[in-house]
């Protein structure tokens, strides 16, 4: 029995050793193709010359083509198309969406601050035009007073 025979079906074998069985295979089969060269005919070696100039010629082009158009996976496994050799009009547009982000966080900032002095101008002209004795400042409730709506 072959120790292969022992393996669970649909479990592959390290990369290491797929990498090492192609390679073998590889190297048997050009060793038969090369044992039967000599018997093909001139016009039939001047055709798969000719076939295999152009499988070179379609693989290069295919890695230039493979090389210019980059796909990277970010973080959260989206996967990220680009192009290598870009202009900067794609740097400004990855960088466009954080100043837009920056920009809306210092509004809402802004806002809020304003929001903030408003209120608290309200609070001090609602005092300042009130008739309270002095005592009523120290009052544990009046800052409850201050917190209800007026009526």
Avoid: C, H
Avoid at 52 to 67: D, F, G, I, K, Y
Avoid at 96 to 117: H, T, V
Avoid at 140 to 149: D, H, I, M, N, R
Wanted: no cysteine; aromatic share 6%.
């Amino acid at each position: 029995m072959n120790q292969n025979d022992l393996r669970p079906t649909g479990v592959l074998p390290p990369p290491a050793a797929l990498d090492a069985l192609q390679a073998r295979f590889a190297l048997r089969v050009t060793a038969r193709l090369t044992e039967r060269v000599a018997d093909l005919g001139p016009d039939l070696s001047e055709r798969l010359r000719f076939a295999r100039e152009q499988a070179l010629e379609r693989a290069r082009a295919a890695r230039s083509a493979e090389a210019t158009a980059t796909v990277g996976v970010g973080r959260g496994g989206a996967a990220i198309l680009g192009l290598a050799g870009s202009g900067w009009w794609l740097k400004l547009a990855s960088v466009l969406p954080m100043l837009a982000l920056a920009a809306g966080l210092f509004l809402i900032q802004r806002l809020q601050e304003n929001a903030q002095i408003s209120t608290a101008a309200e609070v001090d002209a609602a005092l300042l035009a009130d008739d309270l004795p002095p005592r009523a400042y120290s009052d544990a409730g009046f800052v409850e007073f201050l917190k209800t709506p007026g009526e």
